[in-house]
Structure formats: structure tokens, C-alpha cells
């Protein structure tokens, strides 16, 4: 018997449509379009079980006889199907898509309470606009991106990282920095230090710019049906090599692109400063103009386990909300875990080190002093002056002259 004509759903990529008939057990996917109507034709049939490739054409969608012979050779796999009415719609609805925008609409304002945006991640992953996290190399801005899409693709509610999700979505990692396997290890090792749970993730390693590769990462999207993008990271997804004077080029490059891929997506940055020492995104104001979320993340290392860091983040750039508190966490690592907590955190916090370290210098600028009489000045523990002296140590600033004295090396110290 011949099926009933109903429309498929069409869901869009960048030239690129997917239209699924459900009742017929179909799909076709018309890809590579372009505005003179040449497309590839994938034809698929799905049933539940399994999806089996049955056909691929490459052909001019405006061509009468090319699409009646194609409707011809595909009675051949199915006589139940209505085939030209298929190949019609698809020819129809592809042209309107390559050649006209998305239509205007009535904006129609009922309740804010009602509108307000939703989260993945609240407050750090709004849905549908570029979300950033930037800092300094190493302070876990990887890890901790990577542990919020495994709560994101599991849709855990509360977690011990103080993250959760409401709703569960399909999320997918865009790597422009690392490989497969170290991203598959701090994974392995965020579920072996229960961080999150088991979870599965569709990888794609990025070789050139997102604007040169906007076309096999728009098909990788559409495929796995991701709709929340972790992308690692921004400097080279913008091409950072090609900034000019101000990175004006880059930054629209990269934003038009980003726009295309209609997605919500997780961004990292890198840290740059400006003339005045304020801490921003690298590579161009524009990063910080365009994206709509912005945080930075923060480390110091613990005082008594180098096997722990404290991380802060905090909440730059807001376009939709407020400006959250920040966030405070504790990672602990092994060679085979990672685990991350929760934790009260402040700004002070992740200033008081330096600022500790200033006046030890200071104190000790004046002649040796004995570890007590450190920590009575700076009112800290004896313990904690101990781990200080020895990292200044290291840094070359201070030096232990014996009998629990210690001094400043003064040279380093005054070049500093």
C-alpha cells in the first residue's frame, strides 16, 4: 500500500536540512546546498533500530528530470513511498531556506517571571547565547567545564560541586587545544573521583579556525544533535594568529560563525591585562562586547596538600541577570581522580596570598627573623609561615640562614 503524504520534521544546519518522516521510517538529509540549488540527497531508513544508509545522490534540486529519474530510482527500495512528493517538499523547502532568512516575528511580552532566560548551569551556562569562562593557564578552567556538561548530559540536580541541572541535553566537546586521550583521562578521572557520573560525549578535535571549519563542525553538531557546545578554546577557535591591531576580525569571525551554529555554548578563554592591570579576555575587547555571560576562574594552592587547589569564580559580564556572588570550589587530584567540592570562597581570599607574600618581604627587609616571629606579624600560623618562607624560597626571594632564622635575598628581592 501507498502511505498517506504527511510533512517530516526539518531540523537546519548550516547548508544543510534533515527531514524525518517518522511514519515512513525515513530520513533524508539534504547537504552542501548552495543558492543555485546542487545538493547531496543521503537517504536513510529508520526504524527504531537502527539507521541503514539506502542511497546518495548528488543533484541539481531545480532540475525536473533529475529529480523525476531520482524519484524512479528510488521506488526501487521502497514502492510504498510517495517519492516525489518527498523530493518536491525537500526541493521547496531547501531553496527557501538557502535564500531567505529567518522571518520576522511579534514580540509579545506577558510576564518577566515567565521570560526569564533558562540555565543549564545556573548561574554560569544561559541558554542559547555564548557563555565564557577565562583565567590563567592552569587553574582547571578545562576540568571544570568538562564536569559541568557530564551534569548537563546526565541532568543532575545537586551535586557535591554545588552545580546542578534541571534538565538533561545533549551536549559535545570541540577541541582546539588538546587531543582525545588527555580529555578522555581527566574524564575518567572526574567519574573515578565521583564527580560526576559514568557519561558519554561526542568529541570533534579542531585543526583549523571555527570560521575555515564552520562546515564539518556545523555536520558534527547536527549528527550528534548537541545542544549545549563546550569549545576549547577561544583563542585558537578565533584564529588568534590573525588578530590585527585591535582582534576586531577575529572576534566578528568568530562570533558570525558562532551564530550560524544557532547553540548554546561554554567558551574558554584566556587571560590578558589591560594597561591598568585590569584582568580580561585575550585577544580583543570584542570577545567581552559579543558574549553574554562572563566569568573568571581563579586558583591558589592549598597550604598544607599540594595535592588541592581552591578555585573562585567569579562573575564578570552579565546581560540577562544580575551579578552572582562568587562560587567557591575545592579540587583534589590524584593519578587517577579528580575530585571537586564546593566550598565558601571570597575575592579576599584569592588576594590575601600575594598581598601576605608583599609583607613578609617587607618584614624581612629590616634583618632575619626567626618563623615565630613571623607568623605573630603576619597573624598566621606557624605552620602556615613555614609553607610561605618555602615557596619564596623557591621563587628565590627569601633563603634559610639556619637556627630557624630566615632572610631576604635582597638582590631578587629589589628586582622584583
Not at 578521572?189 to 564527580?195: K, Q, S
Amino acid at each position: 500500500m501507498t502511505f498517506p503524504w504527511t510533512e517530516p520534521e526539518v531540523k537546519k544546519s548550516i547548508n544543510r536540512l534533515s527531514f524525518r518522516w517518522d511514519n515512513l521510517d525515513l530520513i533524508i538529509d539534504a547537504d552542501r546546498l548552495t543558492d543555485t540549488g546542487q545538493a547531496e540527497l543521503w537517504f536513510y531508513h529508520s526504524n527504531g533500530s537502527g539507521t541503514n544508509l539506502l542511497h546518495i545522490a548528488k543533484v541539481n534540486l531545480l532540475s525536473s528530470s533529475t529529480m523525476t529519474q531520482l524519484a524512479k530510482k528510488m521506488v526501487t527500495h521502497s514502492e510504498d513511498i510517495p517519492w516525489g512528493q518527498a523530493l518536491t517538499f525537500i526541493t521547496k523547502t531547501s531553496m527557501e531556506f538557502q535564500r531567505r532568512g529567518e522571518p520576522g516575528v511579534t514580540i509579545q511580552p506577558v510576564s518577566a517571571e515567565l521570560l526569564k532566560p533558562f540555565y543549564y548551569i545556573e548561574p554560569v551556562i544561559i541558554k542559547g547565547v555564548p557563555n565564557i569562562i577565562f583565567g590563567e593557564k592552569g587553574v582547571n578552567k578545562t576540568t571544570l567545564c568538562l564536569t559541568m556538561l557530564g551534569l548537563i548530559t546526565i541532568g543532575v540536580d545537586e551535586s557535591k560541586t554545588g552545580f546542578g541541572c534541571l534538565s538533561p541535553a545533549k551536549v559535545a566537546m570541540l577541541d582546539f587545544e588538546g587531543t582525545k586521550e588527555l580529555t578522555d583521562y581527566t574524564l575518567a578521572r572526574l567519574i573515578e573521583g565521583d564527580t560526576v557520573p559514568y557519561f558519554e560525549m561526542p568529541y570533534l578535535r579542531c585543526r583549523q579556525k571555527l570560521s575555515d571549519d564552520i562546515q564539518r563542525i556545523a555536520n558534527f553538531l547536527h549528527d550528534c544533535h548537541a545542544e549545549v557546545v563546550l569549545i576549547d578554546s577561544l583563542g585558537k577557535a578565533a584564529g588568534s594568529d590573525k588578530f590585527d591591531s585591535s582582534g576586531k576580525t577575529a572576534a566578528l569571525n568568530f562570533f558570525e560563525c558562532l551564530d550560524q551554529l544557532n547553540i548554546t555554548s561554554l567558551i574558554i578563554g584566556q587571560t590578558s591585562k589591560t594597561e591598568e592591570g585590569k584582568k580580561t579576555i585575550f585577544g580583543s575587547t570584542y570577545f567581552t562586547y559579543y558574549a553574554r555571560n562572563i566569568f573568571e576562574l581563579r586558583s591558589k594552592g592549598d597550604d598544607l596538600n599540594d595535592d588541592q587547589l581552591h578555585l573562585g569564580l567569579f562573575h564578570h559580564e552579565a546581560n540577562y541577570s544580575k551579578k552572582y556572588p562568587p562560587i567557591g570550589l575545592n579540587i583534589s587530584y590524584t593519578d587517577t581522580t579528580i575530585s571537586i567540592l564546593s566550598e565558601p570562597v571570597s575575592l579576599s581570599q584569592f588576594l590575601e596570598r600575594a598581598s601576605q607574600t608583599k609583607n613578609l618581604l617587607e618584614f624581612l627587609k629590616s634583618g632575619a627573623k626567626s618563623v615565630k616571629a613571623i607568623a605573630t606579624e603576619l597573624s598566621i600560623s606557624d605552620n602556615r609561615a613555614r609553607v610561605m618562607l618555602s615557596r619564596a624560597k623557591k621563587r628565590g626571594l627569601t633563603t634559610d640562614i639556619g637556627s630557624g632564622m630566615w632572610g631576604l635575598v635582597v638582590k631578587e628581592y629589589e628586582s622584583n
